[in-house]
């Protein structure tokens, strides 16, 4: 079995299958990259991801593996909405692995998905952080991701009278 | 066993699983899940908020918009986005009077104007607004038609003055493919500015354009300085109609019969057609004239030279004749389309010089038609035959490959 070795931003490394990382499209350009410019073709690929720490990588990997046997999702699908249909088919394993996991892990998924251009981990990330967002208040927003209001003068003020019309009523 | 531990064991057992023994190599990290979170996520790129707020109930996003500036913009760009969605074709004049008081886009600048008239009201998108901060496509349909018909002289005037088209098309201009001017008079500029600001410009169609000043020094020196621009390389398609002016078309034809593929044109005007036609059109391959006199004074101008249309293929050609030496007259007619002989492979034309011998004088000219395949004659009787008549063993003459013949009737 051909093995990448991928080292995240904290130094872990990672010994993984290249049949399992090729279903990162960023992995894949890597491992095709490494094969071009390598000259002795039974090498190992080292592969340095600088922005994802160890545990993010880790649940990414995680994902790739128990999704190993599903068809890969073009990264352009759905483009006109920009959803993908991944949500759809969203299984109890995938609900069991997000659960735990609190709004700042999600969020450094979200990241490290869209990095690593795994599409059907970005969307299942991106649909959970939908959900606390939907039917939230803006103070109940900001608080749950940490936010502050960074309007200038009275820019709040004037978006508040724009949607005045749909939220009085 | 706190949770942490507990996880940090969990993914050391799955790493076992995976790999068959432990083969990891963990150098140095913290086992600390929640050690390096981000503070705050507006770390985010905004890409990536899209993604998540494109989820998002309309509802929603408009509390979306009050969380910060990064979030206001993208929801903003995404309400627009979806509100336009809903618009089966963008008309500046809406349809019902229900559009009045419930604007699909609460976003949308109305301009009002003087009367009460629903015509003196129009829904343009957000120009204008200075808390538009991206440009969205306001057009669904990639196409913008301003009929100035319709609207009333003392409000288009009012519009003008309020409408910036400079700006509109600085900054939409790039959305547009396809640009219909309708009695828009307009100057020179203006043209200009169309098609400096549309880079991807398919189709261009302009009527009744020109101001009434006609061509004034200023506007030589517009042209002077206009002769050169950039124009969209896509630019494959134009209409000219009715009353354009000579100069304006001419300009116009200077930037881009190089690259036209298909050209429609409607005038009576001799000299637009004449100052057009001097242009060298190297792909055009479709060319439909209507409304053309061809009188005397035409055939004395007209040099008949067929090298400026190598490749044409589709001549529609609508006569409007001078009833004065009318037999004359079907002979220039039927001389200009004798040019295209070598390339055309569907001729639309009419059946009144045909039947008035036009064929015959075709035939004794020499030119063979041998590429065309459908012949296409325009009647204004129901009952027109070629069967059995002289035009018919003239047609067999000069079109030897015709496969499809129909007569049109169009009374």
Same mark, same amino acid.
């Given at each position: 079995m051909a093995l990448v070795r991928v080292i995240s931003s904290d130094g872990a490394a990672f010994l993984v299958s290249q049949r399992l990382a090729k279903r990162s499209g960023k992995l894949k350009t890597e491992i095709e990259t490494f094969r071009k410019s390598s000259d002795n073709s039974e090498a190992q690929p080292e592969i340095r991801i600088v922005t994802i720490r160890a545990e993010i990588l880790r649940l990414v990997l995680q994902w790739l593996q128990q999704h190993q046997n599903d068809p890969v999702l073009p990264a352009n699908q759905n483009e006109q909405d920009g959803r993908g249909d991944a949500e759809m088919g969203q299984s109890q394993w995938d609900r069991d692995f997000l659960a735990p996991m609190d709004l700042g892990i999600v969020m450094e998924l979200i990241l490290a998905a869209n990095h690593l251009e795994v599409k059907g981990l970005l969307d299942i990330t991106c649909k959970l952080v939908e959900s606390k967002i939907t039917g939230r208040t803006v103070d109940e927003i900001r608080t749950a991701f940490k936010l502050k209001s960074d309007f200038k003068g009275n820019e709040e003020e004037q978006t508040r009278l724009e949607n005045r019309w749909c939220v009085e009523n | 066993m706190d949770s942490r531990e507990r996880k940090a064991r969990n993914w050391f057992q799955w790493t076992t699983k995976l790999l068959? @023994?432990?083969?990891? =190599?963990?150098?140095e990290h913290t086992t600390d899940l929640d050690a390096n979170t981000p503070k705050n996520y507006n770390s985010l790129p905004p890409e990536l908020v899209e993604n998540i707020l494109i989820r998002v109930d309309e509802h929603s996003l408009y509390a979306c918009r009050l969380v910060n500036w990064q979030w206001n913009s993208v929801a903003s760009k995404e309400l627009e986005r979806r509100n336009l969605l809903r618009w089966t074709s963008w008309d500046?004049?809406? $349809? $019902?009077?229900q559009q009045i008081h419930f604007p699909l886009s609460p976003t949308v600048t109305i301009i009002k104007a003087s009367g009460i008239l629903m015509h003196s009201r129009l829904y343009l998108p957000p120009? /204008?607004?200075? $808390?538009?901060k991206f440009a969205t496509n306001p057009f669904p349909t990639n196409s913008l038609t301003i009929d100035w018909s319709h609207l009333r002289p003392s409000f288009s005037h009012a519009l003008k003055r309020s409408m910036r088209w400079d700006k509109f098309f600085c900054q939409y201009g790039h959305f547009l493919t396809q640009v219909n001017f309708t009695? /828009? @008079? =307009?100057t020179l500029w203006l043209l200009k500015q169309v098609l400096i600001h549309t880079p991807n410009l398919q189709a261009l169609s302009i009527s009744s354009f020109g101001d009434k000043k006609g061509l004034t020094l200023a506007t030589i020196i517009q042209l002077r300085d206009a002769s050169g621009i950039r124009i969209s390389p896509n630019l494959a398609t134009l209409r000219i109609c009715e009353d354009c002016q000579v100069y304006l078309a001419d300009w116009l034809l200077g930037l881009c019969a190089h690259q036209l593929v298909n050209f429609f044109i409607n005038t009576e005007n001799e000299k637009l057609f004449l100052c057009v036609f001097r242009r060298k059109f190297e792909k055009l391959k479709l060319l439909r004239i209507t409304s053309l006199k061809f009188s005397r004074g035409f055939c004395e101008v007209w040099d008949g030279d067929g090298a400026s249309h190598p490749k044409l293929q589709y001549l529609f050609i609508d006569m409007d004749i001078d009833w004065y030496d009318i037999d004359i007259h079907y002979n220039i007619y039927m001389d200009f389309i004798g040019q295209f002989s070598s390339t055309l492979v569907h001729l639309h034309m009419d059946m009144a010089p045909v039947s008035r011998g036009g064929f015959g004088y075709l035939k004794e000219k020499g030119p063979i038609f $041998? @590429?065309?395949?459908s012949l296409t004659l325009r009647s204004?009787?129901?009952?027109?035959?070629? =069967?059995?008549?002289?035009a018919k063993k003239d047609a067999e003459v000069l079109f030897p490959n015709v496969t499809d013949v129909k007569i049109f009737c169009y009374a």
């Open positions: - | 068959g @023994k432990p083969k990891q =190599e963990i150098i500046p004049t809406p $349809s $019902s009077y120009v /204008f607004s200075t $808390s538009n009695r /828009f @008079k =307009e $041998s @590429k065309v395949r204004g009787l129901k009952t027109v035959t070629l =069967e059995g008549t002289q």
